[in-house]
Each structure stands twice: as C-alpha cells, then as structure tokens.
C-alpha cells in the first residue's frame, strides 16, 4: 500500500491550491480517507475524512466550507480542494486511509499514510 501526495507550494492568502494523493496497492473505493496536517512545531490537526463508501464527508471546523474532500475511484486518487487559504493553513499536508474504516475529521493516526506535501500560505 503506498500512498503519494502531490500539489502542495506556496500560495498567497485567498488563494486556491488543489492536492491530490495518489494510492496504489489497494481500491480507494475499499478503504475510508482523509487529510490530516501539521503545522511547523506543532501537533498534527485532522482535516478532512471521506467514508468507505464516498456518500459521508467531515470537516474540522476551521476549514468547514473551504476545503472539500473528495476521491476519483477510476484513477484511484484522493484529492483536497483548498480555498480560500489563510496563513494559518500553512503545514505539511498528509493524505491517510484505514482499511477498517473509522475516518474521521479530528483523527490524526492511521495505518497508512502517505509522506506528506507541504502548503506554505502568505
């Protein structure tokens, strides 16, 4: 199972940025999702998780109507649609998946995770 993101750089605030996360050793369509970050310094943060069968989607609060979560079963791919960036949104953005299930907005630890694509928002 290996995950890999993409997509992240620098943006100015107000702007828009698009990751994706690539999957390959298993179905996307099989595992739930999700995004989590980390700020520099600090403790990780959840940021978005989609359910196993695509139809739920949960959002922390600070990004709730910025960001959108969603995945393209066909080229196995999870992405995060980020806008309306802040500063505060700057961190290294990790893309998760969990084979049981149990994706959530604030969970941070999964058993797989990808290594990680930094936003940088000024």
């Known amino acids: 199972v290996q995950l890999v993101e993409s997509g992240g750089g620098s943006v100015q605030a107000g702007g828009s940025m698009r990751l994706s996360c690539a999957v390959s050793g298993y179905a996307t369509s099989d595992y739930c999702m999700a995004w989590f970050r980390q700020p520099p310094g600090k403790e990780r943060k959840g940021v978005a998780a989609l359910s196993v069968n695509g139809a739920n989607t949960a959002y922390a609060a600070s990004v709730k109507g910025r960001f959108t979560i969603s995945r393209d079963n066909a080229k196995n791919t999870l992405y995060l649609r980020m806008n309306s960036l802040k500063p505060e949104d700057t961190a290294m953005y990790y893309c998760?998946?969990?084979?049981?299930?149990?994706?959530?907005?604030?969970?941070?630890?999964?058993?797989?995770r990808g290594q990680g694509t930094q936003v940088t928002v000024s």
């Open positions: 998760a998946a969990d084979t049981r299930g149990g994706c959530t907005s604030g969970r941070t630890y999964y058993p797989y």
